[in-house]
């Protein structure tokens, strides 16, 4: 772990080992931290915050700046680590770990541009001044989907802003994250800024959540997890960013570029595995193009992502990231073939030895997929994407809105109209028109409904991390 500036161990000896999705070999340990830990590090950044808040906002920047061509120099060695730990193909790690540095980049050259705003008040003698004060500790919690893209996601905000971090990544993949953290801190970040420990969630994760010195909580993950965390924030009334689970809806209308449309749809829906918060994971198509769109996209699902290690040459798309995480998947593949559905493509597992002992699965596309099945009613965070013919905008955007879900969203269309009322219609937080489910660090990114709510990327990621507060003047 890094605390206060040190490497730690833990207290009790006790280490996680982390393995290789692909083929189950440990890749390294981390130390299982406990409460004693999160106690100590929670300590390190209340301690550090009031000098870091109060650094000036330049000097601020420039080691935010530092540390962006740092992560940049590491981009190789992290996106390695990245692969193994997670899965993913060592290209998609290199892009991954890449918008790191980005990231630290936009928030740099935003670190001393924070300003409140003057207000002229009734009464001449006296005007008002709102100011942004940075919000103290916060506690950043992120998965293992994406381990550096949603790293990033906050601590580089909460830094700008002069928050004070501690981080918890998931269990499963530490191993990227801990040496970013400890690469960021070379850059020199007092002691106690950012600090990062490990342990299980269920372990450690109500004394982090719950510490009376955490001011703030972003988290990502599982709804259920961020429920919880939801009502433990209550207890002090901690500030809560939540970005949780989604099942994105396409729509594709009669008149879409069926071509582009089908390669959005084949990298929305496969990339890491099909494990992406953004990603296409219910289409609705119109009657008229249904065919040949399917066609389409199962002809890329057959032909275009193979299937394999993460490190080895040509793989698009590695193993699921846990047994457990292709079981699920399988087994809500199954629910829908039971109920009727149609297998276009996969809904195998790859054969041979090279595949054997990891959690592979191939691209799977269903037609006929009947809407109570659960791949239309619950996440699919995994390569299986559903399609469902409708015969109408205003069907297709109620199926698109009858989830409990509401984070991204697309559709393809060349009518302007049809376009508008999508955008002002579908209950989500993104929607793309004729274009590929890619998040921009420019445009504000967070969900509605039960996907969670407070934005990361933009400036209103800033928001989260500062509290305003109002200043009257008088002359006296
Ligand atoms: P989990 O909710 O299981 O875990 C996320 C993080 O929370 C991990 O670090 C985990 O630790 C930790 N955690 C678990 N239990 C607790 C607890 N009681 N208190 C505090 N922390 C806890 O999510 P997954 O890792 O399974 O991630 C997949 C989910 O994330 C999907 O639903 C996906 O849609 C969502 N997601 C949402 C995104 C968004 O921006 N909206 C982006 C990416 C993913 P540990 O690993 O030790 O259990």
């Known amino acids: 772990m890094f605390i206060n500036g040190e490497l730690v161990d833990a207290k009790s000896g006790k280490t996680i080992e982390v393995r ?26 209340a301690k550090a915050f009031p000098a870091w808040a109060a650094m000036p906002p330049t000097k601020r920047a420039q080691i935010l700046h530092a540390a962006a061509e740092k992560m940049k120099a590491a981009v190789p060695e992290l996106a390695k680590l990245l692969s193994q730990e997670q899965g993913k193909p060592l290209a998609h790690a290199v892009l991954e ?45 992120t998965p293992w989907n994406f381990p550096l893209t949603l790293m990033a996601n906050k601590i580089c905000p909460a830094l700008a802003t ?28 007092p002691p106690g800024v950012l600090n990062i420990v490990h342990g299980s969630g269920a372990e ?30 209550a207890d002090n009334v901690t500030r809560i960013t939540l970005e949780l689970g989604g099942s994105d809806p396409m729509i594709v209308c009669e008149d ?21 918060c953004l990603a296409v994971k219910r289409v609705y198509v119109f009657a008229s193009v249904a065919e040949e769109f399917m066609t389409k996209i199962a002809d890329r699902a057959k032909k275009e992502w193979k299937v394999g290690d993460g490190l080895a040459e040509g793989v698009k798309m590695g193993p699921l990231h846990t047994e457990h995480q292709r079981a699920e998947v399988e087994a809500q593949v199954a629910d829908a073939v039971k109920k009727g559905a149609k297998i276009l493509a996969g809904g195998t597992r790859p054969q041979g030895d090279e595949y054997s002992k ?33 015969n109408d905008l205003d069907e297709a955007i109620a199926k698109a809105n ?15 109209a049809k376009a508008r009322k999508a955008v002002e219609q579908i209950q989500a937080g993104y929607t793309w028109v004729n274009d590929i489910q890619v998040a921009y660090d420019q445009l504000p990114f967070g969900g509605s409904k039960q996907s969670g709510f407070g934005k990361e990327h933009g400036l209103e990621a800033l928001d989260g991390y500062l509290e305003k507060k109002s200043v009257v003047l008088s002359a006296g």
């Open 204 to 233: 450690i994760g109500d004394a982090l959540v719950s510490h009376p010195k955490v001011n703030k909580i972003a988290f990502t993950g599982q709804t259920e997890t961020g429920k919880r965390i939801m009502k433990l924030a």
């Open 97 to 141: 770990a890449s918008r790191v540095q980005e990231n630290l980049e936009y928030y740099a050259g935003l670190a001393d541009k924070i300003r409140g705003d003057y207000v002229p008040l009734d009464d001449p003698a006296k005007f008002g001044l709102t100011i942004r004060r940075p919000i103290g500790v916060v506690a950043a919690i």
């Open 402 to 416: 009858s989830s409990v879900y509401g984070l991204g969203s697309s559709i393809w269309t060349k009518d302007l």
């Open 358 to 390: 990891g959690w592979f699965m191939d691209a799977t596309v269903l037609s006929e997929v009947p809407d109570d099945s659960r791949m239309l009613t619950e996440e699919v965070f995994g390569p299986a994407l559903p399609i469902v013919i409708v």
């Open 162 to 189: 002069g928050c004070t971090v501690v981080l918890k990544p998931a269990s499963t993949t530490p191993l990227a994250t801990q040496r970013a953290v400890e690469i960021i801190n070379s850059a020199g970040l």
């Open 256 to 276: 879409a570029d069926l071509r582009r449309a089908s390669a959005a749809t084949a990298i929305g829906r496969f990339f890491n595995a099909g494990q992406a």
């Open 20 to 45: 290789n999705p692909s083929n189950g070999t440990v890749v390294d340990s981390v130390p299982r931290g406990s409460v004693d830990e999160v106690n100590a590090a929670v300590e390190a950044a």
